[in-house]
Nanobody, 115 residues
Framework: QVQLVESGGGLVQPGGSLRLSCAAS????????MGWYRQAPGNQRQFVAR???????NYADSVKGRFTISKDNAKNTVYLQMNSLKLEDTAAYYC?????????WGQGTQVTVSS
């Protein structure tokens, strides 16, 4: 199974930027989808962005034009570049990998947008 570790969260002002990283360890499957999800207190965990093994991407409407998901195959790492951050982006952000035979989550990294 693949283990995921997120990093890069922190406190940022509205309009600022952060880059989240999700490092995967273990044997990566040939086909997979990796994604970012977020959860604010009192809310359900919601989809943010995803990227497939062959680099197809998809974004939630709320982050289109502001966030970019990418990956570095050599590093087994997925990134989420977050620009023009808003107060409503405040949440714990979780990385996920979905393969044919397993599904794994990271422990999350906190992003707080505050003036």
């Amino acid at each position: 199974q693949v283990q995921l570790v997120e990093s890069g969260g922190g406190l940022v002002q509205p309009g600022g930027s952060l880059r989240l990283s999700c490092a995967a360890s273990g044997i990566m499957p040939s086909t997979y989808v990796m994604g970012w999800y977020r959860q604010a207190p009192g809310n359900q965990r919601q989809f943010v962005a995803r990227i497939t093994y062959n680099d197809n991407t998809n974004y939630a409407d709320s982050v289109k034009g502001r966030f970019t998901i990418s990956k570095d195959n050599a590093k087994n790492t997925v990134y989420l570049q977050m620009n023009s951050l808003k107060l409503e982006d405040t949440a714990a952000y979780y990385c996920n990998i979905q393969a044919l035979s397993f599904n794994s989550w990271g422990q999350g990294t906190q992003v707080t947008v505050s003036s």
